[in-house]
């Protein structure tokens, strides 16, 4: 089946634009995390949503990071203002239900391929 | 809060040769760990992981991991090194522990495996 799909792959823009970076998770995948990657930082969490929840943006560096999803499908990690700090691989990542009662079950995130940002 | 800690964030090894990336990990709460791999140009891909049960894990590709609670230690370690291995590695814990939420992960070790 498909897997997390990104686009763009790849993404040029310049200081100060807004870009929008687009994730579509796995078929029936409740959850969706957004995680940045960068020379440096290495992963950090951004943004995680969980079905119907509020999602969990304990993560996002700055009020100029936002993200939106569909119901349980695409999602949209949008940065207004970009700045040159903000080039990274944005990585996108789902995975299922977590199951009732089942403490010791781990519902593996499956990664996309991520999109890569230069800010000139 | 969680956090990892990988040693070394490069490795060099022959090929054949035993493989140890180090990993050491903070948790507040009963730690669910993981080591990821990251070919060049691909995203992450799940070598194994540790929940609860059995603390030797073993993994895709002839990988393992063994968790150490007394040392707080997750290292991966593969006893031949094949040229396809090379890669970043990432080891990562569950922030909240449980089955969902967010991931924490170490700054990556490079593998490089020499001819």
């Known amino acids: 089946g498909a897997g997390v799909s990104q686009s763009p792959s790849n993404k040029v823009t310049e200081k100060g634009k807004d870009v929008e970076l687009r994730c579509d998770p796995i078929s029936g995948h409740t959850a969706l995390y957004w995680y940045r990657q960068s020379l440096g930082q290495g992963l950090e969490f951004l943004i995680y949503f969980q079905g119907n929840s509020a999602p969990d943006k304990s993560g996002l560096p700055s009020d100029r990071f936002s993200a939106e999803r569909t119901g349980e499908s695409v999602s949209t990690l949008t940065i207004q203002r970009t700045q040159q700090e903000d080039s990274a691989v944005y990585l996108c990542a789902s995975s299922r239900p977590g199951l009732a009662g089942q403490i010791s079950s781990y519902n593996e995130q499956f990664f996309g391929p991520g999109t890569r940002l230069t800010v000139l | 809060a969680q956090s990892v800690t990988q040693l070394g964030s490069h490795v060099s090894v022959s090929e054949g040769a035993l493989v140890l990336l180090r990993c050491n990990y903070s948790?507040?709460?009963?730690?669910?760990l993981f080591w990821y791999v990251q070919y060049p140009n691909q995203g992450l891909q799940l070598l194994l992981k540790y929940t609860t049960g059995a603390t030797l894990v073993k993994g895709i590709n002839g990988f393992e991991a063994e968790f150490k609670k007394s040392e707080t230690s997750f290292h991966l370690t593969k006893p031949s090194a094949h040229m396809s291995d090379a890669a970043e590695y990432f080891c990562?814990?569950?922030?909240?522990?449980?089955?969902?939420?967010?991931?924490?992960f170490g700054k990556g070790t490079k593998l490089s495996v020499k001819p």
């Open positions: 948790s507040s709460v009963p730690p669910y």
């Open positions: 990562a814990v569950s922030e909240y522990g449980g089955s969902q939420g967010n991931l924490i």
